[in-house]
């Protein structure tokens, strides 16, 4: 049984479910999957793993800086393992930015991080506006209407596909 460790930072709790996603379908191919949020890592003995993901969430056009230190901090450890990145942002809701290659947010985080990740994935996110607090919703807004994305501001829009995050996680446990 390999065991696998997905590190996790999320602001609205969104990566955490595509976490839980990813947890599922690599236990259904007989792997053993611990979950923990990139604050409560530190503690981990991360050489007991066979493989580490991290998932990122982004707001405001940048992942967590505890998220990034904690790559950057583990980088030499990381690189010796087989490892996955995966980002969540609502601009991958954008055909022509749901690739690590395409999306600026996931080529930016890659060129400013020690470790080379085995794998990489970016999933469309969620907009919640009832969930945020007054100055988030109307930023989201703003930021909604310059994109062109969703702005009524009791709406719930998930742009995630689930296919797509249930194939990489078949991808890491064939890694």
Sequence with gaps: ?????????????HTREICNRLRGTIEQQAHQVTLVSVADA??????????????????Y???????VEFMNRNAPLLNRKP?????????????????????PYVRKLL???????TQ?????????YPRYGALDRMIIRVIMWLTGGPT???SVVEFTDWRQVEAFGSVIARM
Aim: charged letters at 30%; glycine letters at 6%.
């Design 61 to 67: 056009g940048k992942h967590r800086p505890a998220v």
């Design 42 to 59: 530190a503690d981990a003995d991360l050489e007991r793993f066979d493989k580490i993901v991290v998932g990122a969430s982004i707001r």
């Design 120 to 128: 990489a994935a970016v999933f469309a996110g969620k907009i919640d």
């Design 111 to 117: 060129r400013t991080i020690a470790w080379r990740p």
């Design 152 to 154: 009524d501001p009791k």
């Design 1 to 13: 049984m390999v065991r696998i460790l997905i590190v996790y930072s999320t602001v609205d709790g």
């Design 83 to 103: 490892g996955a990145f995966f980002s969540v942002n609502v601009v991958a809701r954008k055909p022509a930015k749901n690739r690590p290659e395409t999306n």
